[in-house]
């Protein structure tokens, strides 16, 4: 699905009916100038919580707050004319009652101008996903490795294998009947995942997951070389721009110590000259 040359958005309908074509291709963005560079090269943007962790330096996503997900959502929006804006509902937000999740989503998509939101878990969440759709919040949903639930899980673990195969199985299931236009499965054995794809009529996004899947998602910091913390075996490097970024500001401090910079084209002279 390129977005080249269309002079519309892309919407939550969109996405739904691209289930079987050309796979969709997905990147998170956080900021106004990112989400420019990929708008002519994705399908939709995720405004991911990881934000919390790629350029605020949390540990985890679970400090992440409302009022930072709105901001980085309005950045983001400013710098999109045909990829589709989803943004996350960050952790507390959502799971207390299915009122208390619309009010939020509500305000997300009131104060940032996204389509859809992103809420994650599986069987436990479908009935708040089916409140929000039928409210006309709509809901992209995150199963397999949810970090929101990190302390749960017991890490960053694979999730679906041998006999918790059915359970996720369930969860996709769950949230597909509920509504959701498109969901989210992380770190999903390859052969669960393609058995997802296979009984879902909604897209199936993958990260860590499948080829198979409908469609890929990736942090951009990660698949840049931005962040560099550490590298999940299913991210792919296309760029180094951390290493880069770090040799061009080297290289400018040295040249500050020696007095090299600023050059003589970079400073004014006393005297003002005509044209």
Do not use: W
């Amino acid at each position: 699905m390129s977005t080249t040359g269309q002079s519309r958005a892309k919407t939550p309908e969109d996405i739904r009916n691209a289930k079987g074509g050309a796979p969709l291709v997905s990147l998170t963005a956080y900021t106004t100038p990112m989400a420019q560079m990929m708008d002519d090269h994705v399908d939709f943007v995720l405004v991911g919580d990881s934000v919390g962790m790629v350029l605020h330096g949390l540990e985890s996503t679970l400090g992440v707050t409302m009022e930072m997900m709105i901001l980085h959502g309005q950045a983001v929006a400013r710098g999109l004319k045909t990829a589709m804006m989803v943004v996350d509902m960050p952790f507390g937000s959502y799971e207390e009652t299915k009122e208390q999740a619309f009010r939020n989503a509500a305000r997300i998509l009131r104060e940032t101008g996204a389509p859809a939101v992103k809420l994650e878990g599986g069987v436990d969440m479908a009935e708040t996903i089916r409140f929000l759709t039928a409210r006309g919040v709509p809901v992209m949903a995150h199963i397999g490795l949810t970090p929101q639930s990190i302390h749960t899980l017991g890490g960053y673990k694979v999730q679906g294998r041998g006999a918790a195969a059915g359970k996720l199985m369930a969860d996709a299931r769950a949230v597909a009947e509920a509504g959701a236009f498109a969901v989210v499965l992380e770190k999903v054995p390859q052969g669960l995942a393609d058995a997802v794809t296979a009984q879902l009529k909604i897209p199936t996004i993958g990260i860590g997951a499948s080829a198979g899947c409908d469609g890929q998602i990736l942090v951009v910091d990660d698949m840049l070389g931005l962040f560099t913390a550490f590298k999940p075996k299913f991210v792919k490097r296309y760029g180094t721009l951390g290493e880069d970024g770090e040799a061009a500001i080297a290289a400018y401090a040295a040249e500050v110590r020696a007095r090299q910079f600023p050059g003589p084209e970079h400073v004014f002279s006393d005297v003002e000259r005509s044209a």
